[in-house]
């Protein structure tokens, strides 16, 4: 991330109040009505996937659980196999992996130990401003009592629970004075009038007008949420999803407190801006908030490994610089198919409500402080890496790391089985050069300039390169990848096939050199009115230095978030130093990895 983010503090105070007069389904009239100063305030929203996707609660272990259907449609080995267990492909009445198949789940789905309540108490308690519901994923499968005359029973009103959970949900939440807000797929690989992924994509016109629309019209009249988050939408236009129109229609029939977020297909120019798996966003004139699992899934992945998800120091701290540049984060839990949140999940949100009832006035409603949003600080790290997959999306391959902004090169070797012309295969987000034998294989650089305005509209917006080469069997082959991540959505795949070998991640059977770069923020900034918030990432000593400082007046006042003591400190060559050797234990205990001090009227 860079300092430059900060820009947001003046732009996002330019465009957050909402115009009140009527909104024509026009961009310029929906850009002009601009966004409610809640979202901006809130930083923190819970995501919630749940569905028929959560029984079989399956991906690979960094595949999304939500995106089972999809792996029945592309007959994928792990989710076919574990369909097995409910469905069983030898029964006469399915046969191979399709809607009947899937929609057999219904009789497993049965929520039994769900409690609305329960669930938002624990969403409060992490100190959550709003909950975003997964209404309806890309499966079409509704959580509330829409009838789909196309599939009966397609909603878990008529099947699975039998009950009316955004109904339920909403009331719940409410209660507890949060927000409620919907994500809406506004396509489905099951629908027969458009079957996203199969059907053309310049032939959705008839189910966006005779079945989308009336969908989100039936959704938003009946519950009224405060946020209207749809997604499915890269393979489609703005336009195609008649955009404006609902969008409009949205603002108009919610009011004041409505907001969209950015994802209704290319050519969108509004709405708050959505990274997933990402430390921050480019410059913008948008809200934004990242969304992200406490691991790697957002629906439930039984598959993932337990390294897979964020410690509570690690989300704290992740959570703190999105803050600190502009931005927000909306976390998701995936609820097993009973409808309990599992309790590695429960855990890590106590903790982030137990670290904001100490520190939150450095969080909510705060903005950045324009002068910079870190005190960065140089981190390199070199180790063998015994079984590297060349094969990741959304995360940097080692969580020491950034998620952008960082440098990897890895340096090994690889023994083909057999004398073939090998193809190696680049999947990449961003900058990548691999070399055999030290002659360069691959190189793609990615054109920054034209690919921001392609991830801006939602595009996933990644390159593959190929290349081939003749390899004789049993000799050693010299391998080295440099991979450059800038932001959003890191991704490597590296491949290899011949015509005797199946394609597969390049292996790393006796280990890589690996050798890390990035810099890491040390120290992250809030501002609200005159105060500057100061939040020490995993501070390891009572001594602490903010740097290349301005000035402060000599009767600064400094204090710790949740104690009263003022602390001592001194001006020396442009940094502020502070000492902490007077605090307690007790003061200290709650910091959970991240210190936050306040310099009440430091800036003028």
Same mark, same amino acid.
């Given at each position: ?30 850009? =002009? ?38 792996? %029945?449609?592309?007959?994928?080995? !792990? ?15 399915? $046969? ?15 929520? *039994?130990?769900?409690?609305? *309540? ?8 992490? #100190? ?11 499966? $079409?499968?509704?959580?509330? /009592? ?28 409410? +209660? ?9 797929? %506004? ?77 209704? #297909?290319? !050519? ?57 540049? $502009?931005? #927000? ?9 009973? &409808?309990?949140?599992?309790?590695? =999940? =429960? ?5 982030? !409500? ?11 409603? @705060? ?7 870190? =005190? ?17 999306? +959304? ?34 987000? /961003? ?6 034998? !030290? ?32 390899? +004789? ?37 006796? &280990? ?16 609200? &009115? ?11 000593? @009572? ?30 060559? #442009? ?6 050797? @007077? ?22």
């Amino acid at each position: 991330m860079k300092v430059k983010y900060c820009i947001l503090a003046v732009l996002l105070f330019a465009t957050c109040c909402v115009n009140a007069q009527n909104v024509e389904p026009t961009w310029e009239s929906i850009n =002009q009505r601009g966004y409610p100063k809640w979202f901006n305030d809130a930083k923190l929203g819970i995501f919630v996937h749940w569905g028929l996707y959560s029984v079989p609660a399956y991906a690979s272990k960094e595949g999304y659980g939500e995106w089972l259907y999809r792996g %029945l449609m592309t007959n994928e080995p !792990g989710r076919v196999k574990i369909m097995k267990n409910y469905v069983p492909d030898n029964n006469p009445a399915f $046969g191979s992996p399709t809607l009947q198949q899937y929609a057999g789940l219904r009789n497993y789905w049965n929520a *039994e130990l769900w409690n609305p *309540e329960e669930w938002a108490r624990l969403f409060e308690a992490a #100190g959550a401003k709003y909950v975003m519901l997964v209404t309806k994923h890309h499966d $079409g499968y509704c959580l509330w /009592d829409y009838p789909n005359t196309a599939l009966p029973e397609w909603n878990s009103v008529a099947s699975g629970p039998k009950r009316d959970i955004v109904k339920e949900l909403t009331t719940s939440v409410k +209660r507890h004075r949060m927000k409620m807000c919907f994500y809406y797929s %506004l396509t489905e690989w099951t629908n027969p009038i458009h079957t996203w992924m199969v059907s053309p994509d310049d032939q959705i016109d008839t189910y966006v007008d005779e079945y989308m629309i009336p969908q989100i019209q039936d959704l938003v009249t009946k519950y009224k949420p405060s946020a209207l988050f749809t997604d499915g939408e890269w393979n489609n236009s703005a336009d195609q999803f008649k955009a404006t129109e609902i969008i409009s229609w949205y603002y108009n029939t919610v009011g004041k407190d409505a907001i969209v977020n950015d994802r209704w #297909g290319s !050519g969108t120019q509004h709405g708050f801006r959505t990274p997933e798996y990402s430390g921050g966003i480019v410059d913008t004139d948008r809200p934004w908030a990242e969304c992200r699992g406490l691991g790697r899934s957002f629906g439930l992945n039984r598959n993932e490994d337990l390294a897979n998800y964020l410690s509570s120091e690690e989300l704290i701290s992740h959570f703190v610089k999105l803050v600190a540049a $502009g931005g #927000g984060m909306t976390l998701n839990v995936g609820p097993s198919a009973d &409808g309990k949140i599992p309790m590695i =999940q =429960q855990e890590r949100l106590l903790d982030l !409500g137990r670290w904001l009832k100490v520190n939150g006035e450095a969080i909510y409603s @705060s903005r950045p402080w324009k002068e910079r949003c870190y =005190q960065m600080k140089p981190f390199t790290m070199e180790r063998k890496d015994k079984c590297i997959d060349f094969d990741w999306v +959304r995360n940097a391959p080692s969580r020491e790391m950034e998620y952008d902004h960082f440098k990897v090169v890895w340096h090994g070797t690889i023994v083909p089985e057999h004398t073939d012309l090998y193809s190696f295969t680049v999947d990449v987000d /961003d900058n990548v050069v691999v070399l055999l034998n !030290g002659d360069t294989l691959i190189n793609y650089k990615k054109d920054f300039a034209n690919g921001a305005e392609s991830n801006a509209q939602g595009a996933r917006n990644y390159a593959t390169t190929s290349a081939d080469r003749k390899l +004789r069997k049993g000799q050693e082959y010299d391998l080295k990848v440099i991979y450059e991540e800038n932001n959003m959505e890191a991704r490597m795949k590296l491949h290899w096939h011949s015509k005797y070998q199946r394609d597969e991640a390049i292996p790393a059977k006796d &280990g890589y050199e690996g050798v890390y770069t990035c810099s890491k923020p040390e120290v992250c900034f809030t501002t609200k &009115g005159h105060d500057l918030y100061a939040a020490f990432i995993n501070p390891t000593n @009572s001594i602490l230095t903010l740097k290349d400082m301005p000035m402060p007046d000599k009767d600064l006042k400094i204090t710790l978030l949740g104690s009263n003591s003022r602390l001592t400190w001194t001006y020396q060559d #442009g940094n502020i130093v502070v000492m902490l050797s @007077s605090l307690s234990y007790e003061e200290l205990k709650n910091t959970l990895g991240t210190m936050v001090l306040k310099l009440e009227n430091y800036l003028y």
